[in-house]
């Protein structure tokens, strides 16, 4: 245990100041993500215990059954220790996955949790015992993985929704990986016999690793309650608690079955059976042939199918591909029988309705909207090799978490978003001569070891994940551009707002309009804009706006004039450090002040060109407030650069068209923007509540197909909804903003047609759906 121990002072300790601020940021989590946080540990506290009371039974009964004192005395040791470490061991275990979850929500703990990661595997050697720790750890994740595949991706898309960082398997916070890095960072850790670890090891894979799909089941439940994300499938619906991990994964949504992957097939089986199947389809390829004629063995098929696959792979490059239905993959094995001296030999029915099944399932998917064409044609050419993985592999269908049906919904995944292209930039296109490079591998590669399918998974998603990266960059930049645009469209309205209110019921003189609208609300905008409308620094600029049209407004008396003599002087050094603090046109200022001098001495001498008015309609100046001039640094540090970028665009727009008219008894203003500002009512009749609920309810990366005025359609994502306008912001697969909708303008377009919403569930899964309910319903 020398080596174990001497590496324990390594291990990453759970507290101190990394602890609290992890525990900072789960208090500001999301009520969904608290809510999971906590019906996780409520379901995982119950397994671990039972795990303690099981471990502590193993480890007497093989201190009981030990050959000699020292072994017994070992394994008591163990024992001893284990008890001593428990409460520990449970608080420190679930201390972890709380560390995962706030790795999520802060982005810098993540980077400093990585920093120290560097510093273990900077270790140059690795005893035998952490290479078991290593191999145990590692084959209870992939096997977990495997088996709760759809779940596990289900809840990692669920948690993506909230928050800022990518969410995949190995960081999930109550994924295996997160699991088995909490147990083998705690319990692992702790001074035992090898054999008494190997024997914790097996035993806390028996008691919660084979339980966490439960576990999972009720999370995607809890989120589907919560509105997230709740068109994905909930495979728990019509399922019935699955007996033990012999039977392997759980069947494919649709399929009500308790007996495992197994049985999947043969359930399949039997609604072909007592559907109405036509002789097209089935007994064509079934046909056990004459009697005593030979069945050829699902060995010898194979050998057969990898000729066909090579030989059909060329013929599918049409701009349109057809599956090959059961008929012609019955020639085909018929014409290869006959040239190897095998034509008197028959397929057996269970491999033949393997065909028909899988050749249903690429006819949904060559028909299905959600993908286009071109990629349609790339997928289908893996017709043959999923028919060879599904003979070799009776549990196929109901394996959630076999590679080559991973391998197809990564694939289909990622070109959902493909636009169809012309053969000439298909060439240059990454994603589609990727997924072409992948499947020609699979075509030339795969004969019986799937292996092939878990290299080019792994190859692929590391081609997905440096995609995404580049295109949330661009997708990144586009939102805090258009976040930007609509702050600054809310504090032009705001600005607008307060000066319609201050210059209501005065005729304000030509030169303080004209240093009102074209300098001053200037100052009020990047003001609204960077501290808020409500801020103390707004408020005092609003205030001296109303000085500065008091002074050129008020009925002048001795009592006023001492006043305003008095004012003037403040007025004037107020206007001047605002307008310097947005660097205004020095040449412009100075003009502008000349002017508003010379109305100033106007007015003292009862010489402006200012309409009579009752006393009340000329509210004297409020009691100065000090002039406290926010510093340049930090209201520069207090909004995005791209907000600063947009707010000069808006202040040259601003300039041409003034907030206060001179000489008018009720000034205008632009209009403000709303984010509730009510669509027409023409439009409002037209909208189904349905549609408009709909567009409530569409979740943050969801895939759309969009109908141009010109008739071309083109695949968007919903990158974000930007709370202050409510717009919808769609960007393409490379994360360049595409299109904006108002909530009624998009429910609109999808009443119309104009815009639909595209299926991301996985693709094998549909197929296999859509094949079912088409044999339940030939049935019925």
């Known amino acids: 245990m020398t080596e174990s121990s001497n590496s324990s002072d390594k291990v990453v300790k759970i507290g101190g100041n990394r602890n609290r601020s992890a525990s900072g940021v789960l208090t500001r989590m999301p009520a969904a993500l608290h809510q999971m946080r906590e019906k996780a540990k409520s379901k995982l506290a119950p397994l671990l215990g039972r795990f303690f009371e099981q471990a502590d039974d193993a480890l007497f009964s093989l201190a009981d059954q030990a050959s000699n004192n020292h072994e017994q005395n070992a394994y008591f040791d163990s024992m001893r220790a284990l008890r001593l470490s428990r409460k520990s061991t449970e608080d420190t275990f679930f201390a972890t996955i709380d560390k995962g979850l706030a790795q999520l929500l802060d982005p810098a703990l993540e980077q400093e949790s990585e920093e120290v990661d560097e510093s273990i595997d900077s270790l140059s050697l690795v005893g035998k015992e952490e290479l078991e720790d290593l191999v145990a750890g590692e084959s209870m994740m992939k096997r977990?993985?495997?088996?709760?595949?759809?779940?596990?991706?289900?809840?990692?898309?669920?948690?993506?929704?909230?928050?800022?960082?990518?969410?995949?398997?190995?960081?999930?916070?109550?994924?295996?990986?997160?699991?088995?890095?909490?147990?083998?960072?705690?319990?692992?850790?702790?001074?035992?016999?090898?054999?008494?670890?190997?024997?914790?090891?097996?035993?806390?894979?028996?008691?919660i690793m084979q339980a966490l799909g439960g576990v999972y089941d009720q999370l995607n439940e809890m989120f589907v309650e919560a509105n997230i994300l709740p068109s994905l499938s909930s495979p728990t619906a019509k399922k019935k608690p699955r007996p033990s991990r012999a039977g392997g994964a759980s069947a494919s949504r649709g399929v009500e079955l308790d007996e495992g992957a197994e049985q999947v097939l043969n359930s399949l089986r039997e609604l072909m059976g007592s559907a109405q199947v036509s002789d097209e389809t089935r007994p064509q390829v079934g046909q056990t042939g004459t009697a005593g004629a030979n069945t050829l063995c699902s060995e010898d098929l194979l050998g057969l199918l990898t000729l066909a696959q090579r030989q059909a792979a060329p013929d599918q490059t049409a701009a349109v591909a057809t599956p090959a239905t059961p008929a012609q993959i019955s020639?085909?094995?018929?014409?290869?029988?006959?040239?190897?001296?095998?034509?008197?030999?028959?397929?057996?029915?269970?491999?033949?309705?393997?065909?028909?099944?899988v050749s249903m399932m690429f006819e949904f998917i060559l028909d299905d909207r959600n993908l286009a064409s071109s990629m349609k044609v790339l997928l289908g050419k893996l017709q043959i090799p999923l028919v060879k993985v599904a003979i070799a592999d009776k549990t196929f269908f109901g394996k959630g978490g076999h590679p080559a049906r991973r391998l197809l919904n990564e694939m289909a995944t990622a070109a959902l978003g493909w636009q169809e292209l012309t053969e000439e930039k298909r060439e240059k296109d990454a994603l589609y001569q990727k997924v072409s490079v992948t499947v020609d591998r699979v075509l030339a590669e795969y004969e019986k070891n799937v292996d092939i399918f878990d290299e080019l998974l792994l190859d692929f998603r590391g081609f997905q994940e440096r995609d995404k990266r580049r295109a949330k960059i661009l997708e990144q930049r586009t939102i805090d551009a258009e976040d930007g645009k609509a702050r600054s469209q809310r504090a032009r309205a705001e600005v607008d707002a307060a000066l319609e209110e201050i210059s209501a019921g005065h005729s304000v003189p030509q030169a303080a309009a004209e240093l009102l609208s074209t300098a001053w609300a200037n100052v009020l905008f990047v003001t609204c804009l960077k501290e808020g409308a409500d801020s103390e620094n707004f408020n005092q600029q609003i205030q001296t706006a109303r000085q500065l049209i008091w002074s050129v407004t008020v009925d002048m008396t001795p009592e006023k004039r001492q006043k305003l003599l008095k004012l003037v002087p403040r007025l004037l050094t107020k206007l001047r450090t605002g307008l310097e603090e947005i660097a205004f046109n020095p040449y412009q200022m100075g003009k502008l002040f000349k002017s508003l001098e010379k109305l100033h001495l106007q007015v003292l001498r009862g010489q402006a060109p200012v309409e009579p008015a009752q006393a009340a309609s000329h509210p004297e100046p409020q009691a100065e407030a000090p002039l406290v001039p926010a510093p340049a640094s930090s209201a520069a540090q207090a909004e995005p650069t791209v907000a600063e970028r947009v707010h000069r665009e808006a202040i040259q727009e601003r300039s041409t068209t003034p907030a206060v008219k001179p000489v008018q008894t009720e000034p205008t203003s632009q209009q403000s923007v709303s984010a509730d500002a009510p669509v027409g009512e023409a439009a409002q009749e037209t909208i189904d509540g349905q549609t408009l609920a709909l567009v409530s309810n569409l979740s943050q990366g969801a895939w759309f197909e969009m109908t141009a005025a010109t008739g071309e359609s083109y695949r968007c994502r919903l990158a974000a909804i930007i709370k202050p306008t409510g717009k919808y912001i769609f960007v393409n697969r490379t994360g360049m903003k595409v299109a904006e909708k108002s909530k009624e303008e998009l429910a609109i377009s999808m009443r119309d047609g104009k815009i639909r919403l595209l299926d991301d569930g996985m693709l094998f899964d549909r197929a296999l759906e859509s094949v079912i309910g088409n044999l339940r319903q030939s049935r019925s």
């Open 331 to 357: 020639t085909m094995l018929t014409e290869l029988l006959q040239e190897s001296g095998k034509g008197d030999n028959a397929i057996n029915q269970v491999d033949a309705d393997v065909i028909n099944l």
């Open 144 to 207: 977990a993985n495997e088996e709760f595949a759809e779940k596990i991706q289900h809840l990692n898309l669920r948690i993506d929704q909230l928050v800022p960082v990518k969410v995949y398997n190995e960081n999930n916070p109550v994924g295996p990986a997160a699991i088995c890095n909490a147990f083998f960072g705690t319990a692992a850790h702790n001074d035992l016999e090898i054999k008494a670890r190997l024997v914790l090891y097996k035993l806390f894979d028996r008691t």
